[in-house]
């Protein structure tokens, strides 16, 4: 009986509807908002380190630092001129396999254009080369003041210890004093040593190279236009004329073949734009010898005109004093005209005079 009555006494009172969802409601809503603190906290506490190293990055970041980051910029870019290097040549030589002189030039321009990337990539490096040794002087003054700046710290920190320990007026903190006050006017010395090296030496090299960069763009952009010209050339006269184009068996001329037959490297690009200013430069005198010879032939002309109309006036002046009592004869027309204007008789009529 008495246990009985123990196990009725324990048993509570029977659960209601309300009570249940109460109990599921904490039950699903107490785990999220665990979670949703525990990830607020873990952000906050990601920013606050990414925070902390990026100021303790942007405190260690030294020239040195920069030195090496240059040096690794200039190699990836040497390895870059090497490839383009290699894809001109390989242009080069597919385009000696093409039958088409046409399809054959527009490759050849555009290894041009390739080969003209190259060497602007190579007056870059030699400019990113300057700024590196720039950066270098300029590292080793602040070496030095890093250096001062530590010592500088520790002397400050000794003298207060040797401060409270002696008093200010005792031997070792006047001695440790005066090596605090040798290391601020040497650290004073660097600091404008260091201070000048990067505003006259690096400058200079950061303007040199900066105008680099605008001759280096503006070689890149004259070529480009030039090339998308003749490129806007051809696409237009592959409208006017298809047939042109699409032939395939088409054959090269002589003179192309003479002009381009051992074309396969990126020095010969050079001897062959020179091959065309001589050619450009002949077909120039060529044109400025044939005007002049069309001003002197003018020239004379416009003598002889002269010298005729004065004949005439002669003749006529003589005629009008003469008496009418004789016939005058009268000069023949046709050797007047041909004792002013000469005329050169060709070989095919001469067997007729």
């Known amino acids: 009986m008495c246990s009985q009555s123990t196990n009725l006494s324990n048993l ?6 309300i009570q249940r969802v109460l109990d599921k409601v904490v039950s699903n809503v107490l785990p999220i908002l665990s979670s949703t603190t525990t990830t607020t906290t873990s952000t906050l506490n990601d920013q606050k380190d990414s925070s902390s190293s990026n100021q303790k990055a942007r405190a260690s970041m030294t020239s040195h630092k920069l030195y090496k980051k240059i040096g690794r910029l200039i190699r990836q870019k040497n390895k870059a001129k090497n490839i383009e290097q290699d894809l001109t040549n390989d242009l080069l030589a597919w385009s000696n396999n093409i039958p088409n ?8 321009e555009f290894s041009q254009l390739i ?21 270098s002087f300029v590292h080793e003054r602040e070496k030095k003041r890093n250096e001062l700046i530590n010592t500088k710290f520790k002397l400050e920190k000794q003298l207060k210890e040797v401060q409270a320990k002696f008093g200010p007026k005792a031997a070792s ?41 605008q001759s280096v763009s503006q070689k890149l952009s004259e070529a480009a236009h030039h090339f998308g010209n003749s490129l806007s050339q051809d696409s237009a006269e592959m409208k006017m004329s298809p047939n042109k184009y699409s032939r395939s068996n088409h054959k090269l001329s002589t003179e192309a073949q003479d002009r381009y037959g051992g074309f396969s490297t990126p ?28 001003r002197n032939i003018t020239q004379q002309s416009i003598q002889n005109q002269r010298q005729f109309s004065k004949q005439n006036m002669s003749n006529r002046q003589s005629l009008e004093s003469e008496p009418h009592t004789q ?10 005209v041909e004792s002013c204007f000469t005329r050169e008789v060709s070989e095919s009529d001469k067997h007729w005079q």
């Open 115 to 135: 080969l003209l990337q190259s060497r602007t990539t190579a007056e870059i490096i030699e400019n990113l080369e300057k700024t590196k040794l720039s950066l």
């Open 327 to 336: 016939p005058h004869q009268y000069p023949n027309h046709e050797n007047v």
């Open 267 to 294: 020095e010969s690009l050079e001897n062959v734009s020179q091959q065309n200013e001589g050619q450009s430069s002949q077909q120039q005198q060529q044109q400025q010898s044939q005007s002049q010879q069309q």
């Open 101 to 108: 002189f046409d399809n054959q030039q527009l490759i050849r």
């Open 173 to 213: 903190s006047i001695l440790i004093s005066e090596r605090l006050e040798e290391t601020e006017s040497a650290l004073q010395t660097v600091q404008s040593q260091y201070d000048a090296c990067i505003a006259t030496d690096l400058r200079d090299t950061i303007a040199v190279f900066t105008y680099s960069l």
């Open 12 to 17: 509570g009172r029977p659960g209601t509807a």
